[in-house]
């Protein structure tokens, strides 16, 4: 179907958000206010697979439905893409000019520096393992594991196989890696070194991207978001399942181990090390990047400083901190504020904790030690959508002002 010049622009921003991993009310909004702004009349509906765009006028419609398989979270790109945007909106830039500027955008995302990509994944698992409470020798050996796990990310691009299989299999073999080094070093954490290994990978972001969208009204988009990250969960546990049932019919394996030999303030240190290790995975610019480690450092500091208060009431209060700061760092940088509010709020998803609470069903015992662990997963999804939902988020979605 061959798309009308006056309408091409927009169809084009809506591929690039939607790739791009950008929420569906967020795509929703930017192409209505672009549109608007362009003295067009048209209706959008982003979905997980496809976005529908319908134009009309006086004289005639026209309606172009695009499928598209789900997005890849590129904030380096989706900043990019805003800046755009905005520049389509101010009529800075002329419509046939849009596909070139969208074309150098997609060009460096092809960019890859496979170092710092291992180094990344390897630096988040072993941050992650700080955080969570480990000893020495499994912060080290975690930075092993993570690599590995960088190692298969790679593989995904030379076989379809591999891509399909991915979640569970990485899972599988990182479980009967950390079963054999068990037996070599008796004090290695198997349980904590498994979570933080594949931590980049647990959906707590998705869940709670999903229930954003449902909230948001969104209702088609977000359920399919929040069942694709649930399923995405149990591929990676199913994985951790197999392994385990495999080593243990051959050895025995000390799945708990929980010492923690790590000081309190160590948290400190993990938590920038962990936002700054995300930067090559989700590309985030030079420019954005003080500001994100900020943002992170902030998020949890509250939550350790309010945990007196509860879980529930700590991370609402967290995230209606993310959410000024993440404005206010947008309008002193010129960058969406989305791209600090995402950082802010991976610190505060409950992906590790849905994980634990997996284990502690499924196992009988958890990686670490944990009470009403599902209560805990609730309240932390409850506390950052009344956060995000209270702040107006859902409300303010134009492009000027995320």
């Known amino acids: 179907m061959i798309i009308p010049k006056k309408y091409r622009f927009i169809v084009e921003l809506g591929r690039a958000l939607h790739i791009y991993g950008i929420p569906s009310y967020k795509i929703q909004s930017y192409l209505t206010e672009v549109a608007n702004n362009k003295g067009i009349k048209g209706s959008f509906m982003d979905f997980p697979t496809w976005i529908n765009y319908a134009f009309y006028d006086d004289e005639e419609s026209f309606n172009y439905i695009e499928c598209i398989p789900p997005g890849i979270l590129n904030l380096g790109a989706f900043s990019r893409v805003a800046e755009l945007t905005k520049k389509v909106i101010n009529s800075e830039v002329d419509s046939d000019e849009i596909s070139e500027e969208l074309s150098i955008i997609h060009q460096k995302t092809k960019k890859v520096n496979h170092l710092y ?137 000390d799945i708990v181990d929980t010492t923690s030999e790590m000081p309190k303030w160590i948290n400190f240190f993990a938590i920038p090390v962990l936002s700054i290790s995300l930067f090559p995975v989700l590309q985030v610019r030079k420019k954005d990047m003080f500001f994100g480690v900020l943002t992170g450092a902030i998020s949890f500091s509250i939550i350790i400083l309010l945990s007196g208060l509860g879980i529930l009431i700590s991370t609402f209060i967290g995230t209606l901190t993310v959410v000024g700061i993440s404005s206010l760092f947008g309008r002193i940088s010129k960058t969406p504020k989305t791209v600090y509010l995402i950082q802010g709020i991976i610190i505060l ?54």
């Open 117 to 253: 990509l291992t180094l990344a994944y390897a630096f988040a698992a072993g941050a992650f393992s700080l955080i969570i409470g480990t000893n020495w020798i499994s912060f080290w050996l975690s930075l092993l594991t993570g690599s590995l796990v960088y190692l298969m990310v790679y593989l995904t691009s030379k076989s379809k196989y591999i891509e399909n299989v991915f979640e569970s299999l990485s899972a599988l073999l990182i479980t009967i890696i950390s079963c054999l080094i068990k037996q070599v070093v008796p004090e290695f954490n198997v349980g904590l070194t498994i979570l933080a290994s594949i931590i980049i990978f647990v959906p707590g972001l998705g869940i709670t991207t999903a229930l954003e969208e449902i909230t948001s009204k969104n209702l088609v988009s977000g359920s399919a978001k929040l069942f694709d990250a649930i399923i995405l969960l149990f591929k990676q546990f199913f994985g951790v399942l197999l392994g385990f049932g495999l080593m243990t019919t051959l050895m025995e394996v």
């Open 349 to 402: 998803v409950p992906g590790s904790k849905s994980f634990i609470g997996l284990s502690n069903s499924f196992l009988n015992k958890s990686a670490v030690s944990s009470g009403n662990v599902f209560e805990e997963i609730a309240f932390i999804l409850m506390g950052i959508i009344g956060g995000l939902l209270f702040a107006g988020t859902f409300r303010d979605n134009s492009s000027s002002r995320d």
